[in-house]
């Protein structure tokens, strides 16, 4: 499978609003589940959010619960990721990789998830 690319990262002020977005081939995205982490500098990767690109259900960390909200369009095999009111703390490389293994896509483990794209850049600052 080859790796989506995650595009819409960009510098905005605390309460604003960015939508990340992550084109998948067909392959990688008929795979089942994709899921959008981040990784802020010095810290691991964490999970924050998948979706079954099959039935449209979206899953959530406890972080991004209530700003964020995954989405998916199949007729363009991309998902998406709409953040609002971000903050500071939302700060961090966010990337979207494909489900591959192991306890599932609502589990959001890092090591279940693989073909990782580059990243976008999210930088949340006044």
């Known amino acids: 499978q080859v790796p989506p690319v995650e595009s819409g990262g960009d510098s905005v002020q605390p309460g604003g609003s960015l939508r990340l977005s992550c084109k998948a081939t067909s392959d990688t995205f008929n795979s089942g589940c994709l899921g959008w982490f981040r990784q802020a500098p010095g810290k691991e990767r964490e999970g924050g959010a998948s979706i079954s690109t099959g039935s449209g259900l979206g899953y959530y960390a406890n972080a991004f619960k209530g700003r964020f909200t995954i989405s998916r369009d199949s007729a363009e095999n991309t998902v998406y990721l709409q953040m609002d009111n971000l903050k500071p703390e939302d700060t961090a490389m966010y990337y979207c990789?494909?489900?591959?293994?192991?306890?599932?896509?609502?589990?959001?483990?890092?090591?279940?998830?693989?073909?990782w794209g580059q990243g976008t850049q999210v930088t949340v600052s006044s």
């Open positions: 990789a494909a489900f591959r293994s192991g306890g599932g896509c609502s589990r959001l483990r890092v090591s279940d998830f693989g073909y």
